[in-house]
C-alpha cells in the first residue's frame, strides 16, 4: 500500500533562518506531488506542484522553493525565513492520471518567531 | 476556470440528529468532486469521490454525497451526527480535460454538540 511521510511534524524556528520540510511516497511511482500551507486552520492554498523529477510549478511568488531531486521526493525550502512563513504545510500526492482523490501528509507546523 | 463554494464557515448538529455541509461548485465539462476531512493538527482524510455514475455516493463513516448537476451542488450528508464526526471538512473539483490541479473549497468547520 502507498504511505507518505512528512517531517519534521513541528518546528520553530527564528526570522531569517533557512527551512527544508521533507516528503517522501512510498508503494507508488511517478506521483504527482503537493505542497500546501493552511493558515489559521482554514483554506489551503497551493504552493508548489511537480509532475516529475525536476518539474516544479509555482503558484504563488514568495521567499519559498521546492525541489524534487527523486520520483518520491518533495523538498520544500527557505533561505531566510519571514514571519509569515508560519503554518501548517501539508504534502500531498495523487496519481499521474489525475482523475482521483489526493493523499496528504500528517503536516508539519512551521512557527517563525 | 473551476471554483468551489462552501457557504457555510460553521455547521452545529447535535449528536443523533443528520446533518448537512453544503458545497457548490463551478467547472468546464463534468466535474470529478471530492471530500476531505481533517481534524486538528492533521493532515487531511479522503471521505468520498463522485466521478460518474449513481449520483448518491457513499464514503467513509457513514458519510454520503449526492450529486446535483441541474443545482451544481455536491453536499455531503450523514444520517445520524456522531460528536466524533465534529470537524474540518473540504470540497474539492477537479476538471478533467482541463487544469488537473484540484481546486478546494474554504472548509467548513462541523461542530456536533453532545
Known amino acids: 500500500s502507498q504511505t507518505i511521510h512528512q517531517w519534521p511534524a513541528t518546528l520553530v524556528q527564528p526570522v531569517g533562518s533557512p527551512l527544508s520540510l521533507e516528503c517522501t511516497v512510498e508503494?507508488?511511482?511517478?506521483?504527482?506531488l503537493y505542497w500546501y500551507r493552511q493558515a489559521a486552520g482554514r483554506g489551503l492554498q497551493l504552493l508548489f506542484y511537480s509532475v516529475g523529477i525536476g518539474q516544479i510549478s509555482s503558484e504563488v511568488p514568495q521567499n519559498l522553493s521546492a525541489s524534487r531531486p527523486q520520483d518520491r521526493q518533495f523538498i520544500l525550502s527557505s533561505k531566510k525565513l519571514l514571519l509569515s512563513d508560519s503554518g501548517f504545510y501539508l504534502c500531498a500526492w495523487d496519481r499521474a492520471s489525475n482523475t482521483g482523490e489526493l493523499f496528504f501528509g500528517e503536516g508539519s507546523r512551521l512557527t517563525v518567531l | 476556470a473551476q471554483s468551489v463554494a462552501q457557504p457555510e464557515d460553521q455547521v452545529n448538529v447535535a449528536e443523533g440528529n443528520p446533518l448537512t455541509v453544503k458545497c457548490t461548485y463551478s467547472?468546464?465539462?463534468?466535474?470529478?468532486l471530492f471530500w476531505y476531512v481533517q481534524y486538528p493538527n492533521r493532515g487531511l482524510q479522503f471521505l468520498l469521490k463522485?466521478?460518474?455514475?449513481?449520483?448518491l455516493v457513499k464514503g467513509s463513516y457513514g458519510f454520503e454525497a449526492e450529486f446535483n448537476k441541474s443545482q451544481t451542488s455536491f453536499h455531503l450528508k450523514k444520517p445520524s451526527a456522531l460528536v466524533s464526526d465534529s470537524a474540518l471538512y473540504f470540497c474539492?473539483?477537479?476538471?478533467?480535460?482541463?487544469?488537473?490541479?484540484?481546486?478546494f473549497g474554504r472548509g467548513t468547520s462541523l461542530i456536533v454538540h453532545p
Open positions: 474539492a473539483v477537479r476538471a478533467p480535460g482541463g487544469s488537473y490541479i484540484p481546486t
Open positions: 467547472v468546464s465539462g463534468n466535474p470529478y
Open positions: 508503494g507508488t511511482s511517478n506521483p504527482n
Open positions: 463522485y466521478i460518474t455514475g449513481d449520483n
